[in-house]
């Protein structure tokens, strides 16, 4: 599925690729449930893979379309996939095989998975970077975080947690923890997203402390790619 990500202005700037299952009985079957599961067998590294590979093709795809080609696509890595020795190899064959342009893609890590082995993470992520690869840091705010390693960190973007999101406005803490993210990423010159954004209230808030970029529920579900473009071709978002 993919999830639009928009500025204040609500203008579309790009999408996040977030993995679905639709289980003959079960019905759809959440991330939530199943990445781990994944983790645990191995079988994200395919996973995880396929879902670059598709989300590279889209944007290809897009790149043929006026009205799309700007659009970046963001995609999760998780922890067992980015410390494999040659993630950095594969992530530059799915660009190449694709024909995708390596700086419409964006990939997600989380705080402990950089702060798992911080110089192998560094050296991963300037390689790519080299080629245009995008970063941004998921669930920022959650972890463990080490001011330190984020200037070393070769970071496009910070993800604020949807949790901090949610009690902007209902939780004063939460509303000091936002301002101080989004102050921190642009003194860092790095570009502040919010994610889960409910609420007119929570953007309204968003927008006032100077936060670039918003994605949740009240601007876009993630949907299947045909429901994304048909909103787009609407001119929904
Ligand atoms: P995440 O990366 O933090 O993704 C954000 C989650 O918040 C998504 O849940 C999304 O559907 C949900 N969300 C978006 N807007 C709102 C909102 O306004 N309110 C609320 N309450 N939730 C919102 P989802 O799709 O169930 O994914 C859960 C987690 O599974 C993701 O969290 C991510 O960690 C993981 N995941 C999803 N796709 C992939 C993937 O392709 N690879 C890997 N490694 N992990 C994935
Ligand atoms: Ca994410
Ligand atoms: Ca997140």
Same mark, same amino acid.
């Given at each position: 599925? =993919?999830?639009?990500?928009?500025?204040?202005?609500? *203008?579309?700037?790009?999408?996040?690729?977030?993995? *679905?299952?639709?289980?003959?009985?079960?019905?759809?079957?959440?991330?939530?449930?199943?990445?781990?599961?994944?983790?645990?067998?191995?079988?994200?590294?395919?996973?995880?893979?396929? %879902?670059?590979?598709?989300?590279?093709?889209?944007?290809? &795809?897009?790149?043929?379309?006026?009205?799309?080609?700007?659009?970046?696509?963001?995609?999760? #890595?998780?922890?067992?996939?980015?410390?494999?020795?040659?993630?950095?190899? &594969?992530?530059?064959?799915?660009?190449?095989?694709?024909?995708?342009?390596?700086?419409?893609?964006?990939?997600?890590?989380?705080?402990?998975?950089?702060?798992?082995? %911080?110089?192998?993470?560094?050296?991963?992520?300037?390689?790519? $970077?080299?080629?245009?690869? *995008?970063?941004?840091?998921?669930?920022?705010?959650?972890? =463990?975080?080490?001011?330190?390693?984020?200037? *070393?960190?070769?970071?496009?973007?910070?993800?604020?947690?949807?949790?901090? #999101?949610?009690?902007?406005? #209902?939780?004063?803490?939460?509303?000091?923890?936002?301002?101080?993210?989004?102050?921190?990423? $642009?003194?860092?010159?790095?570009?502040?997203?919010?994610?889960?954004?409910?609420?007119?209230?929570?953007?309204?808030?968003?927008?006032?402390?100077?936060?670039?970029? =918003?994605?949740? =529920?009240?601007?876009?579900?993630?949907?299947? #790619?045909?429901?994304?473009?048909?909103?787009?071709?609407?001119?929904?978002?």
């Amino acid at each position: 599925h =993919y999830q639009a990500q928009v500025t204040g202005e609500d *203008r579309l700037t790009g999408t996040e690729v977030l993995l *679905r299952w639709k289980h003959p009985q079960r019905g759809m079957v959440s991330p939530a449930e199943f990445i781990p599961l994944a983790e645990e067998t191995g079988l994200i590294l395919r996973l995880g893979h396929w %879902v670059l590979e598709t989300a590279c093709r889209q944007l290809v &795809q897009w790149a043929g379309q006026a009205h799309l080609s700007h659009l970046t696509v963001a995609v999760n #890595v998780s922890a067992r996939q980015f410390r494999q020795s040659d993630f950095v190899h &594969q992530v530059i064959e799915t660009l190449q095989v694709t024909g995708a342009r390596a700086q419409l893609l964006t990939l997600e890590l989380t705080e402990s998975l950089v702060l798992d082995n %911080v110089e192998d993470a560094i050296d991963k992520m300037h390689q790519l $970077r080299t080629k245009g690869v *995008r970063f941004s840091v998921d669930d920022f705010g959650t972890g =463990y975080s080490s001011l330190a390693y984020l200037t *070393r960190l070769p970071l496009h973007q910070l993800k604020i947690d949807q949790s901090f #999101v949610r009690n902007l406005g #209902v939780r004063p803490s939460d509303d000091v923890i936002v301002q101080t993210i989004i102050g921190m990423g $642009r003194n860092l010159d790095l570009e502040v997203l919010a994610e889960g954004v409910e609420t007119e209230a929570q953007k309204a808030l968003l927008i006032a402390h100077g936060c670039d970029l =918003y994605q949740g =529920y009240l601007l876009a579900h993630p949907m299947p #790619v045909a429901d994304f473009e048909r909103m787009l071709n609407s001119g929904a978002a």
